[in-house]
């Protein structure tokens, strides 16, 4: 009985045609054949509107962007999608300079994978960051238990075709973050610290690198804006950007930097002190396709 009831909120899920849930099915269970990806972490999700380049770009465009993921689960997740989907002609590749801890590969909202651990590939990279993950995928008691009444709620609009409002401000992948006021419990705090600068982090970036070239395509790096008070407090800021540099050119690869650009000196374009809101997000797609566009 636990399994079919699991099963039922898994079609119920899946069956979402906005939101979170359809964009983990583009991912995790199609077939695409997009030209562009935008990858990173919840930065990348909602920094760039897929709407705004496809119409200046003249392009296919689909935001990978994973909430809370890491470097390495964003490369891993970016595999993942490539198990199925075509090789894209260029990746926009978003990287956190900020991150505090090199071995923070926790996975953010765990439970919303539970109904794609069919795909092995999204299992293996689980499973390697959460021994549990074995019995999220065969024991249905033990999944169920992490997931609330919002799991039940997202796959009755799934079965409903209703989905909520949140849902449907995602676009191909973009997903705007919250205005602040609408989300009270965010507290702007300023207090400084050391980011990660582990030089195994950033080797990961070869394999990305050889894949590319491999398929003949092209790869960005961007730095897009964090709220200039947070950026401010990264004692070691710089030697990070260096790093990223310094990768970027040994490769041939166009950086584009927005550290200190004046986006991130005005909090109305921010939801909070690391994300834009959607007036930003717009404006910083602009701005970076403009910049693109140039080079």
């Known amino acids: 009985m636990l399994t079919l009831a699991r099963e ?12 979170i849930f359809d964009k983990y099915n583009t991912l995790f269970t199609e077939q695409n054949e997009y030209e562009t990806l935008i990858v990173g972490s919840s930065r990348a999700e909602s ?20 909430e809370g993921a890491s470097l390495p689960f964003e490369l891993d997740i970016l595999n993942t999608y490539l198990q199925k989907s075509k090789f894209p002609k260029q990746i926009i590749l978003n990287l956190d300079y900020h991150i505090p801890k090199c071995d ?7 439970p919303r994978f539970f109904p794609y651990l069919n795909n092995s590939s999204l299992y293996t990279a689980l499973k390697k960051r959460d021994a549990r993950t074995t019995y999220f995928r065969y024991v249905p008691f033990y999944s169920l238990a992490y997931m609330g009444d919002k799991y039940i709620s997202a796959a009755i609009r799934g079965y409903m075709n209703a989905p909520g409002d949140y849902d449907l401000s995602y676009y191909k992948g973009f997903a705007p973050v919250l205005e602040q006021n609408e989300i009270p419990y965010v507290k702007w705090t300023y207090t400084s ?9 950033y080797d990961l970036l070869d394999g990305l690198i050889a894949q ?22 990264i004692s070691n800021k710089q030697s990070i950007i260096d790093k990223i540099k310094s990768k970027a050119e040994i490769n041939n690869i ?16 921010f939801a909070d002190p690391y994300h834009l809101n959607k007036k930003g997000a717009d404006l910083f797609t602009r701005k970076f396709l403009l910049d693109f566009t140039r080079k």
């Open 254 to 269: 166009l950086l584009f930097g927005y550290t200190s650009d004046d986006i991130g000196k005005d909090s109305s374009f």
């Open 47 to 66: 920094h760039f509107n897929c709407k705004i380049i496809d119409s200046m770009l003249h392009t296919n465009c689909y935001n990978i962007g994973i």
């Open 212 to 233: 590319c070239k491999k398929n003949n395509a092209t790869l960005y790096f961007v730095l897009s804006p964090l709220y200039y008070k947070t950026s401010n407090q």
């Open 8 to 19: 039922l909120i898994y079609i119920g899920l899946k069956s979402n045609k906005k939101g």
């Open 104 to 110: 923070n590969d926790t996975v953010f909202m765990f």
């Open 193 to 201: 610290y050391e980011a990660c600068n582990d030089d195994k982090v």
